[in-house]
């Protein structure tokens, strides 16, 4: 039942890349805090369905707690990713696996504020991603709910 046309996280930043006057996303470090931003963005939303601890908050609580800038978005990536293991979410394997597929460079020349604003619209636009293009839900609050 499911023959609708698949659609890719990287093509919806592709398609925002494409409306912008400057090219803010295409350095490395910037793309690699906006795919960070919207897993932490799943990893949060998908928390709530968990299994194994339902309306989870903990790493939303953690996060919450954290300074966003470049030096420590691995340890959010980190946390992000042993939470998805720890509570068994069901989460679009593309949103963790863009986050680290992004080439390691040198932030040189990237403020913090333009990392953490690069996490941000990630972490807003994976929403966005998911309100445009929703995954088939047959039950709300079981395993249909893969974000």
Not at 38 to 43: D, F
Not at 96 to 106: A, G, I, K, N, Q
Not at 117 to 144: H, L, Q, S
């Amino acid at each position: 039942m499911q023959n609708e046309e698949k659609h890719s996280f990287n093509e919806f930043l592709e398609e925002r890349q494409s409306q912008e006057t400057v090219d803010f996303f295409k350095a490395p470090p910037i793309k690699k805090a906006y795919f960070i931003g919207a897993y932490a963005r799943a990893v949060i939303d998908s928390s709530w369905y968990s299994k194994v601890s339902e309306k989870n908050t903990t790493f939303k609580n953690w996060l919450s707690n954290q300074i966003i800038n470049y030096r420590n978005l691995d340890r959010i990536f980190e946390m992000a990713y042993r939470f998805e293991q720890k509570l068994q979410l069901k989460i679009r394997t593309e949103v963790r696996t863009l986050s680290h597929e992004v080439p390691v460079t040198s932030s040189a020349g990237i403020s913090s504020a333009k990392i953490s604003y690069a996490f941000v619209a990630g972490f807003d636009d994976f929403r966005k991603f998911k309100n445009k293009y929703p995954i088939e839900k047959t039950n709300k609050n079981k395993e249909d709910n893969n974000v």
